[in-house]
């Protein structure tokens, strides 16, 4: 019997480790169930889901060319439930909505002041001489982007240099 990617098999548990579960397949194949695909919750131990000898029906997940058939019990029972028919997450309204027009209370202190926030992107220049915006093609914008990251590199690399050591740096 040869196996399929998506192809739902049935075999034995024959060995549990750390990491995983290996299940015996027909034709005296062995497949690896992975420790994260036998639960959709986390799994601290294998040994609390699987036992050894237990039959279980598991999903061909991939084959590799070296012959090693990795596994899912996961995806195999995740398709074996009905669809859930509990209640449908109800659609935001508005009008029905008693918060959505609410103001805040007047004994509620906002949480951001806007007057001590810091300046907001909008008001950025990347020219340190606050010169005024000129409009040209992409190649001038990133010609002056260049420069303008250069400038701040440099004047970075100088403040920094004395603090480390760096050429000629202060000896004591």
Known sequence: MSFEVGQKVAGKVTGITHFGAFVSLPDNKTGLIHISEISDSY???????????????????????????????????????????????????????????????????????????????SSYTPNQNNSPKKEGDFDSLMSGFLKDSEDRLSSLRRNTEGKRGGRGGRRS
């Open 43 to 121: 799994i601290k131990d294998i040994n609390t889901v699987l036992t050894v000898g237990q039959e279980v029906e598991v999903k061909v997940l991939t084959i590799a060319a070296d012959g090693k058939i990795s596994l899912s019990l996961r995806q195999a029972n995740e398709q074996a439930k009905p669809e859930t028919t509990g209640r449908p997450k109800p659609a935001f309204n508005k009008e029905n909505d008693r918060n959505y027009n609410k103001q805040p209370q007047s004994d509620q202190a906002p949480r951001f002041n806007k007057s001590s926030a810091a300046p907001s992107r």
